[in-house]
């Protein structure tokens, strides 16, 4: 593992994400904010994709030396005003994981969950898990979407890679 491989992970995050909640976003808060029932990880698409926001942001504060109580974005009422937040996230998430070094991925990281128990692992791992995380509920959004009429995009990393290289 090397901070480049994570770099590189992240701008795959980030694109995944964009191109999953545009194709969302373009089906309008109707759709986003519909009741889509309880065998879901979060019953709508606005509030799986705020969880995904809110996973990003605790994380980010755990890699900072604050452990959050709760994962944000629960209060968030539309696509518009989750973007808006998510972007100013995204800004924040980018320069922490561009300014890492290999050497930083061994740093072991001290935290609590939100109920207050506390843990312990090394940074390298636990920057893989918040991609990891969120491709679970890519694929959930992207069944949502289906049963919604839509038609998800491929975010598969493979995708990621020849479409950023030119290749598609």
Known sequence: MSAGMIRGLYDYHRWANHRLFDVA???GEEAATRDLG?????PT???MFAHVYGADAL???????TSMTAIPGGD???MAALRERWDALEAEQRAFVDGLADADLAR???YTDT??????????????????????HR??????????????????????????????
């Open 25 to 27: 976003s373009a089906r």
């Open 38 to 42: 309880p065998q879901w990880s979060f």
């Open 45 to 47: 698409m606005l509030r």
């Open 59 to 65: 994380w980010l504060s755990r890699w900072k030396g």
């Open 76 to 78: 968030l009422q539309s």
């Open 108 to 110: 072991v990281v001290h």
């Open 115 to 136: 109920k207050g128990t506390p843990f312990h692992a090394p940074l390298g791992p636990l920057l893989q898990h918040v991609p990891n995380h969120a491709t679970h």
């Open 139 to 168: 694929s959930e959004l992207s069944t949502m979407l289906t049963i919604l009429g839509g038609a998800p995009p491929d975010h598969g990393l493979n995708t990621f890679l020849v479409t950023t290289t030119g290749q598609a």
